[in-house]
């Protein structure tokens, strides 16, 4: 059964960083994209990155772009979000995906390319 699991979120400075994690269990995530996606309130789910499988090539949102690195470790089965530079309008409940084929693609940032959801950590930016 596909599993995902995110943590790490919580409550930062603007300026600040953290680093979400997106564990997996029963499948590899070296063998499928993986999206990071984010809700904030009142407002529609978005996606923000995508680590493709294999090769593990990274795609960025302009709003995230430079300020965001996502990776994986394929030892531990863990992608990561790592996020500097925050700023208050990053608060969002932050959610990883995994969809069914390798390269992120085009349409990375599109919720319908992702059949699996964790179920999210809590980012929230505040001074």
């Known amino acids: 059964q596909f599993q995902l699991v995110e943590s790490g979120g919580g409550l930062v400075q603007p300026g600040g960083s953290l680093r979400l994690s997106c564990s997996a269990s029963g499948f590899s995530l070296d063998y499928y994209a993986i999206g990071w996606f984010r809700r904030a309130p009142g407002k529609e789910r978005e996606g923000v990155s995508c680590?493709?499988?294999?090769?593990?090539?990274?795609h960025y949102e302009d709003s995230v772009a430079g300020r965001f690195t996502i990776s994986r470790d394929n030892a531990n089965n863990t992608v990561y979000l790592q996020m500097d530079s925050l700023k208050p309008e990053d608060t969002a409940v932050y959610y990883c995906?995994?969809?069914?084929?390798?390269?992120?693609?085009?349409?990375?940032?599109?919720?319908?390319?992702?059949?699996?959801w964790g179920q999210g950590t809590q980012v929230t930016v505040s001074s």
């Open positions: 680590i493709s499988g294999g090769d593990g090539a990274p």
């Open positions: 995906a995994a969809a069914t084929h390798m390269p992120c693609g085009l349409y990375f940032s599109y919720v319908q390319e992702y059949r699996y």
